[in-house]
């Protein structure tokens, strides 16, 4: 049986399925989430995202993505300015909107932007598109940390971090790239019980929750979430913001399938500005709450 990674239980069981999809459900946390392995979700990770997944161009992207991208960057600049001469690195950068907004909104200079992004076509264009950044084809998991040596003054995470193969891990990576003092800024929207994803489509089923993003490989409540965050990072202020959707969307963000549906539902993104204190670490005290999950799951039709 596996060992739950976010409350290091051995009851987590592989309980939980639907047509596509296999996650574990952890009878004592109630997190549920996925085993994975490096070299087949690195593959999939590569079908899943492409340069046409944020829209057609970079116009269509930027036009797409770039409200809720600048609300973010807003709410953040308004915790405490970014600066100019600090080095940023940008976790799953994609093809660069908020490259794009630090560069052109916010003073940040191109050769202060680190970025990382697994799939080889979309770090090219970026590479391509910001010539001074220093783009890295890579994931989180396989990143070196030489490289940064604990150079990074910021770090951003935006819509990203429910990708990573092991959350708990990914922040002590994130927290050994950055100085001592330095910002790591989250966003995120996807939570056990979210709305619906970025199209707006209402979540009823599981296979609603489960299908569209086969790379998604936990799902817990925002208070879980900030406890684990917490684990690794001071937070210093939270918001939980409306998320706006585009409506009639020319193409899906995660398939880049064109047409395919209109925006119906809000959605809500939590934003988490924290702190890495290097000498800061909190013993991991999990909500035990499998309860209300079951609860949550069992309205998708899911008995666990
Ligand atoms: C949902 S998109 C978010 C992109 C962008 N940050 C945004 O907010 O629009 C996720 C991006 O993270 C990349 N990605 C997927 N798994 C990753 C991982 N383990 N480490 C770093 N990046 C990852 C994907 O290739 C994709 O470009």
Excluded at 126 to 134: C, E, I, R, S, V
Excluded at 156 to 176: E, M, R
Aim: glycine share 8%; with cysteine; hydrophobic share 35%.
């Amino acid at each position: 049986m596996p060992v739950c990674p976010y409350c290091s239980s051995g009851d987590a069981k592989p309980q939980l399925s639907t047509s596509k999809t296999l996650f574990h459900f952890c009878s004592v946390c109630g997190v549920v989430f996925k085993k994975l392995d490096g070299e087949s979700h690195g593959k999939l990770t590569e079908s899943v995202y492409s340069t046409q997944s944020w829209g057609e161009d970079r116009a269509e992207s930027i036009a797409a993505h770039g409200p809720r991208l600048k609300g973010t960057l807003d709410w953040y600049q308004s915790q405490s300015p970014l600066k100019g001469s600090d080095h940023y690195l940008d976790i799953g950068a994609g093809v660069g909107v908020l490259v794009h907004y630090l560069c052109e909104g916010f003073g940040i200079e191109q050769s202060n932007i680190s970025a990382l992004e697994p799939v080889c076509e979309i770090a090219q264009l970026l590479q391509a598109q910001y010539p001074a950044a220093g783009v890295f084809n890579q994931n989180l998991e396989q990143v070196d940390r030489d490289v940064f040596s604990r150079d990074i003054d910021g770090v951003f995470c935006f819509g990203v971090d429910y990708l990573f193969h092991d959350l708990n891990i990914a922040f002590q990576t994130i927290k050994s790239l950055v100085k001592d003092g330095g910002r790591v800024m989250i966003s995120r929207n996807v939570f056990l019980n979210m709305p619906c994803f970025y199209g707006g489509v209402q979540i009823q089923t599981a296979e609603h929750l489960f299908e569209p993003n086969p790379l998604i490989s936990v799902f817990m409540f925002p208070d879980q979430y900030k406890e684990l965050l917490n684990r690794w990072f001071k937070i210093t202020a939270s918001n939980v913001a409306d998320e706006k959707y585009v409506r009639d969307m020319k193409c899906d963000p995660v398939t880049g399938q064109k047409n395919m549906f209109k925006a119906s539902v809000a959605g809500k993104i939590l934003m988490m500005d924290c702190i890495a204190d290097h000498s800061y670490k909190r013993d991991a005290q999990p909500v035990r709450n499998p309860g209300r999950s079951r609860k949550y799951l069992h309205k998708l039709g899911v008995d666990i």
